[in-house]
């Protein structure tokens, strides 16, 4: 259904480090950048890492990405209880011609 | 920057609607925009994004032939015009400033596709 693969759930206790995967193909991860949204309850999403691993203005450093070959990383340290939210990631697929999203990866902080 | 999506509403399977976002705080002629749905509690699906000048238009392959998009540089403004709607075209939509990413969103409209 989604072009791109993450795990539905993850968690973590605050102060830990969780790290959420985004896995694609040579058509999309594996020739372009990942981004990275965060979509907070009842809110728009918000974008929360660009070109792998740049943050826009205003994210904190505890949010940093990554990618090798064909799948994109988010980790986040120092968990907060504000980070509870759903994380996104997407990419450019040259195939489609698209862009396209994983599934989304719900982040309950315990 | 901001995005003010409109349009938005209840409209029966077959249906049309024309959706609207209004931009400001930034030059939009300078900018791809996109639209992008979410589902009842389903992710999001990006849907259909219009170069600066209009000249290259990208879809998703189920609005093809379905959904126009289309941008006015001189009000700052982006559409969606949908036709043939369906009921699994029900979902929030938002606009957004595109390229690289999806840098900033607008708060979205909901589109109920119901008989």
């Not at chain 1, 991860?29 to 009842?42: A, C, S």
């Not at chain 1, 799948?71 to 862009?99: F, K, R, T, V």
């Not at chain 2, 609005?63 to 006015?72: H, N």
Request: hydrophobic share 35%.
């Amino acid at each position: 259904q989604y072009v791109l693969t993450q795990t539905p759930s993850a968690s973590g206790t605050p102060g830990q480090r969780v790290t959420i995967s985004c896995s694609g193909s040579s058509s999309n991860i594996g020739r372009n950048f990942v981004n990275w949204y965060q979509q907070l309850p009842g809110t728009a999403p918000k974008l929360l890492m660009y070109s792998n691993a740049q943050r826009p203005s205003g994210v904190p450093d505890r949010f940093s990405g990554s990618k090798s070959g064909t799948s994109g990383s988010l980790a986040i340290s120092g968990l907060q209880s504000e980070d509870e939210a759903d994380y996104y990631c997407a990419a450019w697929d040259d195939s489609l011609n698209n862009w396209v999203f994983g599934g989304g990866t719900k982040l309950t902080v315990l | 920057v901001q995005l003010v999506e409109s349009g938005g509403g209840l409209v029966q399977p077959g249906g049309s609607l024309r959706l609207s976002c209004a931009a400001s705080g930034f030059t939009f002629s300078n900018y791809w925009v996109a639209w992008v749905r979410q589902a009842p509690g389903k992710g999001l699906e990006w849907v259909a994004n219009i170069k600066q000048d209009g000249s290259e238009k990208n879809y998703v392959a189920s609005v093809k032939g379905r959904f126009t998009i289309s941008r006015d540089n001189a009000k700052n403004s982006l559409f969606l015009q949908m036709n043939s709607l369906r009921v699994e075209d029900t979902a929030v939509y938002y606009c957004a400033r595109d390229q690289p990413a999806m840098s900033y969103w607008g708060q979205g409209v909901l589109v109920t596709v119901s008989s």
